[in-house]
Structure formats: structure tokens, C-alpha cells
């Protein structure tokens, strides 16, 4: 694939909050989706299960602050929500 998935393109319509909130889902989306195609080469969100997310949640975060964890939560909730999916994640 010669040209990367513009992340911002697709959080543009879910994104709310301050600059710096809006920065941080960015910069956090964007590291999710380069470990989700290094791992399971899943280039783009859509071709992702919940299984994906999961394994980053639990396995890339794991020597991670619970604060860390938590803001990365958060963004992996507003990705779920722009993909119109209706996965649970508890973590």
C-alpha cells in the first residue's frame, strides 16, 4: 500500500472536545493503527474485529499507566463508535 489511511478523515465527524483532546485521540488512533497493520496486517479500520482491539488493549499497553490505558480506552471507543460497531470493551 504506497499511501497511508488519513486517520483524521475518518475521526473528523466524531471528534469533539478541546484542541488538545482532539490532538491526543489523533496521535493514539494513529499509533493503534500502525501496531493493528504491523501485527495483523490490517491496514485500514474497517478491515478490524474486535479481536484486533482487544489484543492492543491487552498486550501493547500492558506495562502501561491504568491513566494510559484508560485515555487509549477511550479512543478505542470513539473508533468503535465511528465504525458503527457495537462492541463492548471493559478494560
Do not use: C
Request: glycine share 2%; aromatic share 14%.
Amino acid at each position: 500500500m504506497s499511501k497511508l489511511f488519513d486517520m483524521e478523515v475518518l475521526l473528523a465527524g466524531v471528534l469533539t472536545g478541546s484542541p488538545a483532546t482532539r490532538r491526543r485521540h489523533l496521535r493514539q488512533a494513529k499509533m493503534i493503527q500502525a501496531e493493528i497493520a504491523e501485527r495483523w496486517q490490517r491496514a485500514t479500520p474497517w478491515a478490524w474485529q474486535r479481536k484486533h482491539l482487544v489484543w492492543f488493549l491487552e498486550h501493547r499497553l500492558n506495562r502501561r499507566s491504568d491513566a494510559t490505558r484508560y485515555y487509549y480506552l477511550l479512543t478505542v471507543r470513539l473508533l468503535a463508535r465511528r465504525l458503527q460497531k457495537t462492541w463492548i470493551f471493559n478494560f
